[in-house]
Each structure stands twice: as structure tokens, then as C-alpha cells.
């Protein structure tokens, strides 16, 4: 029973984290959502798959 609780525990803890990166990658980073995926530079589809990442993971 304990390792199911410490299993939710660490589940609330990596989503609060990644709804937190979210909230500061929202502030800090560029919209590139508008943009043509196609014509992005590379640090530029990096970015994006980044923000994908935190977005993925903060939903779940």
C-alpha cells in the first residue's frame, strides 16, 4: 500500500512540476504555433518540441 501511495505522490509532484515549467515557458519562450513548421530553423523545431514535451506531460 505504501509504495501505491508513494507511486500518486510522485505522479502529483512530476505533473505539478511540469504544469509549473509550462506556466514559465508561456512567459519566457516564443509562440512559434503560428509559424510554418516546415520553414522553422532548428534551434526553432527545438524549441517547439520542447514546449510539446512540457505541454504532453503536463496534461497527462
Same mark, same amino acid.
Given at each position: 500500500?505504501?509504495?501505491?501511495?508513494?507511486?500518486?505522490?510522485?505522479?502529483?509532484?512530476?505533473?505539478?512540476?511540469?504544469?509549473? =515549467?509550462?506556466? #514559465?515557458?508561456?512567459? !519566457? *519562450?516564443?509562440?512559434?504555433?503560428?509559424?510554418?513548421? %516546415?520553414? =522553422?530553423?532548428? #534551434?526553432?523545431?527545438? !524549441? *517547439?518540441?520542447?514546449?510539446?514535451?512540457?505541454?504532453? %506531460?503536463?496534461?497527462?
Amino acid at each position: 500500500m505504501t509504495i501505491e501511495i508513494q507511486s500518486v505522490k510522485y505522479k502529483v509532484m512530476k505533473k505539478s512540476f511540469f504544469r509549473f =515549467l509550462n506556466t #514559465i515557458n508561456k512567459a !519566457i *519562450l516564443p509562440k512559434l504555433s503560428d509559424k510554418d513548421p %516546415n520553414k =522553422l530553423t532548428k #534551434i526553432q523545431r527545438g !524549441i *517547439l518540441a520542447y514546449r510539446y514535451f512540457v505541454l504532453i %506531460n503536463s496534461m497527462d
